[in-house]
């Protein structure tokens, strides 16, 4: 590449005014997964390996209370996808009202639920336009899976996302509260022209802050 002109590998300079760099689509790759950790510090880039799968496109088996928005297989090509869009905030809505009502303080979708979909949705793109055919295209992994394409109609992914469907979550409750949080400070006080260390100690409730000696000898601390 020169300054106006372009050069080809047969050394054919050809000149030019503008250089448009297409690099296309690699969807497959998402930057957001290298960004995301679920359970055990996993990365999200590392659990889809190159292949992006969730359950309804939304929840992703080892990441609790985690939702996407436009996830794997559901792109469109054929109509809106503000459609689709539309329908995962009403779901995600739905799973987040569940949560506040039951109490619950997690939502995990189960591994074999998530598989499930996928396979179902895999099972309907056999035989399209979008994954058959022998054509390279940015819908395919470097597997030949499609990753990207919801398969058929909008409607039915409406009636599958109308409602949180709990009973392919594992559901959590919040942990109990840790006790009152304690910090030991070290303060210095001088008697009789020697410098004396004691111990200090204060409770933190929700309510209150107390505080008090542990050496019986110390001065007490001070708020």
Same mark, same amino acid.
């Given at each position: 590449?020169?300054?106006? !002109? ?8 050809? *000149? ?14 998402? /930057?957001?997964?290298?960004?995301? $950790? ?6 999200? !880039?590392? #659990? &889809? ?6 359950? $309804?496109?939304?929840?992703? +088996?080892? @990441?609790?209370? =985690? =939702? ?9 090509? $054929? ?13 995600? !809505? ?35 336009? &979008?994954?058959?055919?022998?054509? +390279?295209? &940015?819908?395919?992994?470097? $597997?030949?899976?499609? #990753?990207?394409? %919801? *398969?058929?109609?909008? %409607? ?7 409602? @949180? ?13 840790? /006790?009152? #949080? ?6 210095? !006080? #001088? ?6 260390? =004691?111990?200090? &100690? ?8 107390? @505080?008090? +000696?542990?050496? *019986? ?7």
């Amino acid at each position: 590449m020169r300054e106006r !002109a372009v050069v080809t590998r047969d050394g054919t300079e050809h *000149p030019v005014d503008t250089i448009i760099y297409g690099t296309g689509f690699k969807i497959m790759d998402m /930057p957001v997964a290298d960004r995301v $950790h679920g359970i055990g510090g996993e990365r999200l !880039a590392d #659990a &889809w390996a190159g292949t992006p799968q969730a359950h $309804h496109g939304i929840s992703i +088996a080892g @990441f609790p209370n =985690f =939702f996407m928005l436009l996830g794997p297989n559901t792109g469109l090509g $054929h109509t809106s996808v503000v459609f689709m869009i539309e329908a995962q905030i009403d779901y995600v !809505a739905d799973a987040l009202r569940t949560l506040q009502e039951r109490g619950l303080a997690t939502a995990e979708v189960r591994r074999e639920a998530q598989d499930a979909s996928t396979r179902a949705v895999q099972e309907r793109l056999k035989g399209t336009v &979008w994954s058959t055919g022998g054509c +390279a295209s &940015w819908y395919l992994d470097e $597997h030949g899976r499609n #990753a990207v394409i %919801w *398969p058929g109609f909008t %409607w039915p992914y409406k009636r599958r996302t109308l409602r @949180f469907d709990a009973e392919s979550y594992d559901l959590r409750t919040a942990r109990p509260a840790p /006790p009152p #949080a304690q910090r030991v400070e070290y303060r210095a !006080a #001088a008697s009789r022209g020697e410098r004396r260390y =004691f111990a200090c &100690w204060r409770s933190i409730t929700k309510s209150s802050v107390s @505080f008090g +000696a542990i050496d *019986p000898s110390g001065v007490p601390c001070a708020p």
